[in-house]
């Protein structure tokens, strides 16, 4: 129960944002190709792993604006005998801090992780799971000129507000 609430509490919030932050009219929209570079452990020595996709945002205000984005990526470890595909799929807020052809910005929002697990050599046997979670984190928008754009982020995922997987006792 107290996880509902969390999240209800969670989604009232950025709903009580979008109503304060909104101004009519100077919606934008914008849809791109994607890549990102996913570290799964920061304190590890392992390499990136380079993800591709695509994105579509749309701005409701000059300082407020929604992404939902789609990100692909597919390996083969052939002495496992097995094919990973992973599909992350995020719906962000992003709160501009500035405007004009330079500006920062913070985002966050919920994001749905799809992974497959498929054998390679021998039956046609896949595992697939979905896991839910949340993301934050913040970038740079640089436009050049009135219809393109280009922007960098961190994000961090999984982030875990007061262990909501946890049942209550």
């Known amino acids: 129960m107290g996880a509902i609430f969390r999240r209800l509490s969670v989604t009232a919030f950025l709903g009580a944002g979008v109503l304060l932050v909104?101004?009519?009219?100077?919606a934008q929209f914008g849809i791109g190709a994607r890549m990102a570079w996913i570290r799964t452990d920061v304190d590890s020595d392992?390499?990136?792993?380079?993800?591709?996709?695509?994105?579509?945002?749309?701005?409701?205000?000059?300082?407020?604006?929604?992404?939902?984005s789609m990100d692909r990526h597919s390996e083969s470890f052939e002495l496992l005998n097995e094919?990973?595909?992973?599909?992350?799929?995020?719906?962000?807020?992003?709160?501009?801090?500035?405007?004009?052809?330079?500006?920062?910005?913070?985002?966050?929002?919920?994001?749905?992780?799809?992974?497959?697990v498929e054998v390679i050599d021998g039956p046609e046997l896949s595992v697939k799971t979905r896991e839910f979670g949340w993301?934050?984190?913040?970038?740079?928008?640089?436009?050049l000129g009135k219809h393109a754009g280009i922007h960098g982020d961190y994000r961090y995922t999984?982030?875990?507000?007061?262990?909501?997987d946890e049942e209550d006792e």
């Open 83 to 116: 094919k990973v595909t992973e599909t992350p799929i995020q719906a962000s807020l992003l709160l501009r801090l500035a405007s004009g052809g330079f500006s920062p910005y913070l985002l966050g929002g919920p994001g749905w992780y799809r992974r497959t």
């Open 135 to 143: 993301h934050a984190g913040g970038g740079l928008e640089l436009r």
């Open 46 to 68: 392992a390499d990136a792993v380079r993800f591709t996709g695509g994105q579509i945002r749309l701005g409701l205000s000059p300082r407020l604006g929604v992404e939902l």
């Open 158 to 164: 999984f982030l875990d507000f007061g262990d909501d």
């Open 22 to 26: 909104a101004t009519p009219a100077a």
